[in-house]
């Protein structure tokens, strides 16, 4: 509950982030008020002895996180997507948070296995090992079949998890509403909806049958993928605290000795990955937000394997289309495009200037593309353009942002393959071929066939929805608007019924 009870676990976290020097960066972060930060030292200062005192190798921000605790490393590991909010230097800080902790028993794994799936472990599996990875949330655990023999990785959540992290997020919207209240000024860095959406992140983790969901959604877009593999799931051994899937076996990413080693080529893995995250991103509108080396391993047949499903990025195909002629118009270094696009989308309200806007989109890629190529960033791009974007009115996108904080990431597991890797030739051919596929005519006659089909579910019901808007003609009300609504509403509808006709037509000469 969300009441002064929070109070002491508040003054906890005010003390270590005095006692760990977490407390100025974190406020300079957030470019917070006056008031906040002398309402912060105040609260935090006399405390300073309670807090934890962390690793002292580590930076103030990432050190009191994880003397913290779980719910305050996953807490930073989120605001690591959200440079909007914490600034690109704490978000580079926050991006290296480690969430290894100290592992529970195998035999409360095995407890919490039988509990969930109400089987016994000896008897679903011929072998279970001891902990080989543990995080804030759940732990790893590698086991093989007993009907098939076939390896498998089981991940458990934390028992007690759900509470813990309940209590915590408890306070954090307890903090949120002291600094709404207590520091109106703050209110623009909008910590309720910070809190809000840290929330509905955990709540997700925090039950495995939407991760196994996203991994079997994920599993089927790239099925045809080639030089790429995701791990199958195994739904009658997952539930909402256990997911079970396939082994992934290979070297990890980022051992390039081992790489090396194996006769695998490093810049062909480089171009791999980056055009393999564009594909997911453009083609499907659903990403790992999550690819870094840790998370990617390579077969020994040189395929890439990916794991843990947790944060998954979704864009619709309407933000897709636009991003791409957006990236398409960077590419060809067609400025006005670029700021047209960004008019025509509602991006940027119609009272700006459109000339002054490509003038400013000029000043961002001209930079960049003088650069030697080895240098070349999109992520670097991307985030200029929402720096611009917002100076010309746009609102911030939070999926864009978790989009453009992917990119960098990818971009850099890329560059530790390959540094001599040039980041816009290897993207070109992806964009484009998105380009062919979305926005030229064969798209507008997809885009027809989609049309008549959903109006061909609805037809049924057309007739009587003009009918009722014809009857209405005849009983106008006696305010004229209203009337003149009806008129409006009968001739869209007409428009219906022929928009109908055609798109069938259509879809009949398709056919």
């Known amino acids: 509950m969300r009441g002064p009870h929070n109070l002491w676990r508040l003054i906890r976290t005010g003390a270590t982030f005095e006692r760990t020097g977490a407390m100025s960066v974190v406020l300079d972060a957030f470019e917070a008020p006056r008031s906040l930060r002398i309402l912060a030292h105040v609260l935090g200062k006399p405390f300073m002895w309670l807090g934890y005192k962390g690793d002292p190798e580590m930076p103030p921000a990432t050190r009191a996180l994880t003397a913290l605790g779980p719910a305050y490393i996953k807490f930073g590991q989120v605001l690591s997507t959200r440079p909007d909010v914490v600034g690109d230097d704490l978000a580079q800080q926050l991006r290296v948070l480690q969430d290894q902790l100290p592992p529970f028993p195998r035999a409360v794994a095995k407890a919490e296995i039988e509990k969930e799936l109400g089987i016994s472990v000896d008897e679903a599996f011929s072998e279970f090992s001891d902990p080989i990875a543990a995080a804030s949330i759940a732990q790893v655990h590698r086991a093989r079949l007993a009907d098939t023999g076939q390896d498998v990785a089981v991940k458990v ?95 990890a990413l980022g051992d390039n000795d081992a790489l090396d080693a194996a006769g695998l080529d490093r810049a062909v893995l480089g171009e791999r990955v980056l055009t393999l995250f564009l594909s997911h991103a453009l083609r499907d509108g659903f990403f790992h937000a999550d690819m870094h080396q840790g998370n990617l391993k390579v077969g020994r047949d040189g395929d890439i394997i990916a794991y843990d499903f947790g944060i998954m990025g979704h864009i619709d195909e309407y933000t897709r289309r636009v991003y791409a002629e957006i990236l398409y118009g960077f590419i060809r270094r067609d400025y006005k495009r670029v700021a047209e696009v960004h008019f025509e989308a509602g991006y940027v309200p119609a009272n700006r200037d459109v000339d002054e806007f490509a003038r400013a989109l000029r000043a961002v890629g001209e930079p960049i593309f003088g650069m030697d190529a080895t240098h070349i960033s999109m992520g670097r791009l991307l985030s200029y353009l929402f720096e611009v974007t917002e100076r010309f009115g746009m609102e911030t996108r939070t999926e864009l942002i978790l989009l453009q904080r992917t990119m960098v990431v990818v971009e850099g597991v890329s560059r530790s393959l390959n540094p001599h890797i040039n980041i816009w030739e290897v993207a070109k051919p992806v964009v484009e071929d998105y380009i062919k596929q979305s926005i030229g005519p064969r798209a507008v006659l997809n885009d027809l066939v989609k049309t008549a089909k959903v109006m061909g579910r609805f037809g049924p019901r057309l007739p009587g929805l003009v009918e009722s808007a014809l009857i209405a003609q005849t009983h106008p009300a006696p305010a004229p608007v209203k009337s003149r609504r009806g008129a409006i509403v009968a001739a869209g509808l007409a428009g219906l019924v022929l928009g109908a006709a055609i798109a069938t037509a259509l879809v009949l000469i398709l056919d």
Do not use: C, K, Q
């Open 157 to 251: 959540l934390r028992p007690g998890i759900e509470r813990a992290f309940r209590r915590d997020v408890d306070a954090f919207y307890f903090a949120a509403r002291i600094i709404e209240l207590f520091a109106p000024g703050a209110r623009r860095l909008r910590p309720m909806d910070v809190i809000t959406h840290f929330d509905g992140v955990v709540r997700g983790e925090l039950d495995l049958r939407l991760e196994s969901a996203s991994a079997s959604e994920f599993a089927a877009n790239t099925a045809e993928d080639p030089g790429f593999r995701v791990p199958r799931i195994l739904w009658h051994l997952s539930a909402r605290r256990v997911m079970t899937l396939g082994w992934a076996d290979g070297i």
